[in-house]
């Protein structure tokens, strides 16, 4: 049995698609996702705030000056409650802005993480809707031409990172339209964009290290993004080594049997293709128990991608995210490396979300 979301502020973060639909005004009130939308960028870079949930996600693989390996993650949430929408106040909730921020660091076998929330508005935090640019306070993810920058002052570390990209947009499902179930509406507007470059600088306590590296940029919405039988998802996003790139996800039902997959290769010379259900298998390899929580995690898996199988192995096991504070969610989001025929192919990030409590509004 599911346990309750227990919001943390005003009754009414959303939790990674989840919301409070007890509270739902009518059923018309968030727009709908809708197959054969065609993705027009610039502006679907930017803001979507009439669907119920989005997400900017950027995770990567740095090196330091002194050589040190590091993961790093850095996410934007956008949501919209559904409480007292008429309110004209500025103070009203009308939108959401939370951001979670991480640094895997196995050379001190420590994940340094962060979290925020603000309501969005007077000056202190927003997501355009013209292009990329999200904030909440001095955090920030903005696009700029052709690249991104991200910059982060955390609580005992910071990363100011820029992020060019090397390949267009990779757009997920049916041409950016990526179904989460068997329900029509089950589904969101998704892109990937893969093998970004990265430079800048990480501090960790007083220490500052300039950096260089390789990251994934996800942006996401929708407003059912999950269906009732559904409780979690495990989701890789891989830059391999010759230029290739994958995105897979499997969805699981309550009972922790796979109930929705979905996945985009992108070969090296820019050819794309979208495998199915029966294409798709993430099987557990080794599972990993957070002396924090005591939450179990399949941290290492063997995902088959059509006819291919990697083996994804973990920076370091320890990458449990406890946003209980933002998103009300415990969640697994680590650097992996994937092998495959046990040699090394690729690194990327595995999400593991709905391990320790089903994502549950009800």
């Known amino acids: 049995m599911s346990t309750p979301l227990r919001p943390a502020l005003l009754g009414v973060l959303l939790c990674f698609g989840a919301w409070a639909r007890a509270q739902e005004p009518a059923a018309n009130a968030f727009a709908p996702?809708?197959?054969?939308?065609?993705?027009?960028?610039?502006?679907?870079?930017g803001s979507h705030p009439q669907f119920g949930i989005e997400w900017w996600y950027v995770t990567g693989?740095?090196?330091?000056?002194?050589?040190?390996?590091?993961?790093?993650?850095?996410?934007?949430?956008?949501t919209r409650p559904s409480v007292d929408e008429?309110?004209?106040?500025?103070?009203?909730?009308?939108?959401?802005?939370i951001a979670h921020c991480a640094i895997s660091d196995p050379a001190h076998a420590r994940l340094w993480r962060d979290q925020r929330v603000r309501r969005q508005g007077l000056g202190l935090a927003e997501a355009q809707e013209s292009d990329t640019?999200?904030?909440?306070?001095?955090?920030?993810?903005?696009?700029?031409?052709?690249?991104?920058?991200?910059?982060?002052?955390?609580?005992?570390?910071?990363?100011?990172?820029?992020?060019?990209?090397?390949?267009?947009?990779m757009l997920n499902g049916a041409g950016g339209f990526s179904r989460k179930g068997p329900e029509p509406l089950a589904a969101?507007?998704?892109?990937?964009?893969?093998?970004?470059?990265?430079?800048?600088?990480?501090?960790?306590?007083?220490?500052r290290d300039a950096v260089s590296g390789e990251a994934w940029l996800d942006h996401e919405w929708s407003s059912d993004y999950l269906a009732g039988q559904a409780a979690g998802w495990d989701w890789i996003g891989l830059n391999l080594d010759d230029g290739s790139a994958v995105m897979a996800f499997r969805i699981r039902d309550r009972q922790g049997n796979p109930y929705w997959s979905a996945a985009t290769v992108r070969?090296?010379?820019?050819?794309?293709?979208?495998?199915?259900?029966?294409?798709?298998e993430f099987t557990v390899?080794?599972?990993?128990?957070?002396?924090?929580?005591?939450?179990?995690?399949?941290v290492s898996e063997r995902v088959r991608i059509g006819d291919r199988l990697f083996v994804l192995e973990p920076l370091l096991d320890d990458q449990e995210n406890d946003t209980r504070l933002s998103s009300g969610a415990i969640y697994w989001e680590g650097a992996v490396t994937a092998f495959e025929n046990r040699r090394?192919?690729?690194r990327g990030y595995l999400e593991l979300t709905g391990y320790d409590r089903s994502l549950s509004w009800h």
Request: glycine share 6%; charged share 20%; hydrophobic share 35%.
């Open 33 to 45: 996702v809708i197959e054969g939308y065609a993705l027009q960028f610039p502006r679907d870079y």
């Open 61 to 78: 693989w740095l090196t330091t000056a002194r050589h040190e390996t590091l993961g790093f993650q850095i996410t934007f949430f956008r």
């Open 86 to 97: 008429p309110n004209p106040s500025h103070f009203a909730a009308h939108q959401l802005l």
């Open 133 to 169: 640019r999200v904030w909440i306070d001095d955090w920030v993810l903005q696009r700029q031409g052709g690249s991104y920058r991200a910059a982060v002052q955390a609580q005992g570390f910071a990363l100011d990172l820029s992020l060019l990209a090397t390949q267009p947009p």
């Open 188 to 207: 969101s507007y998704y892109y990937s964009q893969p093998h970004l470059r990265v430079s800048g600088s990480v501090t960790r306590a007083s220490q």
């Open 267 to 280: 070969a090296p010379d820019g050819r794309q293709r979208t495998l199915a259900q029966d294409d798709i």
């Open 285 to 298: 390899e080794r599972r990993w128990r957070s002396p924090q929580t005591g939450v179990n995690y399949p």
């Open 344 to 346: 090394p192919v690729g």
